[in-house]
């Protein structure tokens, strides 16, 4: 599909879903979700660079200050009332995000002492580290496509209010760990267990905001995320990434190419990181492929997790342009050169993910309906996934 026609299916997509959740036009009752919102504003974004329509940039904007007035704050069926932070009013709207975020969920948070039922926990509201780390990317992104560094220390505090509340010591161990999920007000976890990425996105992107960050002359004291990021490297040491879930293997080769796009630019050190990324998301491919669920029709199949490894498969081709780019030395080598070219034999699977979804009988599915939100944006973002994929 050529750039046109892409991006104005994009433009499309994006259209219905500013109406359909409530930013445009305004709803009285918008309808936010943490994950989604932050893929949208990147398609936004995008949209922009594109067309050159500063309605996008606003779009985008105004996304943002939505999320922020209905996820950085309780719930209307919450007793409690105002900003997550517990900041007062003026304070939380110059700091949004100093309490984290709600993800959005449609019921209210377990509460403590409450036993744990794993399937309506998915349902529940909370805080996730990775959606934050999504947000955190999306904010980044404004602050270096506007100029507008608010943003990026919006996306700092963020980072720092999700690593002091999900990030904690295991006693006479002298090793770091991660909750899953943790309550609206970060107090206490709801889930024990550590997500699979979740240490790597913390690792990668505080790395981001720390890179931006640097180039702020105005950068207020403690805006720093040095200490932050030693304990995300921690955690990931000795790590296996390896998974054939795809939107993990999605976010794992984007996260490759943000490794290399922060390695090019002398903003990381763990150089040997892009290799073992690139080996482990082989590995996982290998496995997907075998599985052949792309055959399923589209009622036994999720669009949004299946996008997101189409997303990773565009990282990937923009990868190899990148490595290109470095005389023909790409950051690691030619091993790092061969594990891409390996890679790239699958650009076809993300090429069959976006033609099934394209469709508008598949789209009619309801798996598709059931999560429309999240299955509009990523299939806008590997569309035109360009502002996403760019750290």
Known sequence: MDDKTST???????????????????????????WTDAFAVC?????????????????????????????????????????????????????????????????????????LDEQLEWERDGQYFHYLTKWMHALNRVSLVTGNFTYNRWAIELAKAAHAGFVYGVPHVGQKRMYWKMSIDLSYPLVMSMGHHDPLDGLITFSQLNA????????????????EIADMAHICRGKDWTTDDALGLGGLLSDAYRVAQ???????????????????????????????????????????????????????????TLCEQQKGTPPGGQKIATNIDNLLRFVSIGEMIEEFWLEETHRQSDTWMDHRDINMVMLATTLAPDTYLTI
């Open 43 to 115: 398609n936004f974004l995008e949209l922009w660079r594109r067309t050159g329509v500063e309605k996008y940039k606003e779009l985008a904007l105004n996304l943002i200050d939505q999320v922020h007035k209905v996820l950085g704050r309780h719930r209307d069926d919450d007793f409690r009332q105002g900003w997550i932070s517990g900041l007062d009013e003026d304070k939380g709207r110059k700091h949004p995000t100093r309490g984290g975020l709600r993800i959005g969920k449609g019921l209210s948070e377990r509460k403590p002492g409450d036993p």
């Open 212 to 227: 931006t960050a640097v180039t702020d002359r105005e950068r207020p004291a403690g805006f720093d995320m040095t200490a």
């Open 8 to 34: 104005q299916f994009a433009r499309d997509i994006m259209a219905d879903f500013a109406r359909l959740t409530g930013l445009e036009p305004v709803s009285k009752t918008p309808r936010r979700y943490l």
């Open 262 to 320: 922060l390695v090019v630019r002398r903003d990381f050190n763990q150089t040997d990181l892009l290799s073992v990324l690139l080996v482990d998301s082989l590995v996982g491919l290998k496995s997907f492929a075998t599985q052949k669920t792309l055959r399923y029709p589209a009622e036994y199949r999720l669009a949004f997790r299946e996008l997101g490894l189409s997303i990773g498969l565009h990282a990937i081709e923009k990868l190899k």
